[in-house]
């Protein structure tokens, strides 16, 4: 959706977003992409699926960007007005993975609390997090 909004801004022209900053953009998320598809693909062919269709799952698991990009572009006056709820349920289904998945992950064997601690500082040390602490100063 990113993307789809970059384009967007560069399409309507009166937003300052230049072709290029759309462009770099959407290499850094496909470049982001190539690990996702990796850790679908791999389990799915160590458990026994062929190799051609591992890698298909895995390229297919982010089919879904370069469409909802797409969509954005196409549907641009009604997204934008949403941006501020999508982007929070995105953010808060991202929270409730750390919370459900690795939190409780942090807690098992013997070093829980040095996990936790190690979790939270990764967490601080993200620059939006960051930023925003520097702007309640």
Known sequence: MAVGVCFAGFLSGNSGIAL????VLAIGIAIQNIPEGAIISMPLKMSGMSRGKAF?????????????????????NAVVPLLPYLLSF????MIFVVVEELVPEMHSGNKSALGVIRG?????SYDGI????????
Do not use: D, H, Q
Not at 20 to 23: D, F, M, R, S, T
Not at 90 to 93: M, S
Not at 120 to 124: A, D, I, T
Not at 130 to 137: A, E, G
């Open 90 to 93: 995105a953010a808060g289904a």
């Open 56 to 76: 298909m799952s895995g390229v297919l698991s982010g089919i879904v960007e370069p469409i909802a990009a797409l969509v954005t572009v196409i549907l641009i």
């Open 130 to 137: 960051r930023y925003s602490f520097r702007l309640k100063v």
């Open 20 to 23: 290029i900053e759309a462009i």
């Open 120 to 124: 939270y500082n990764r967490l601080c």
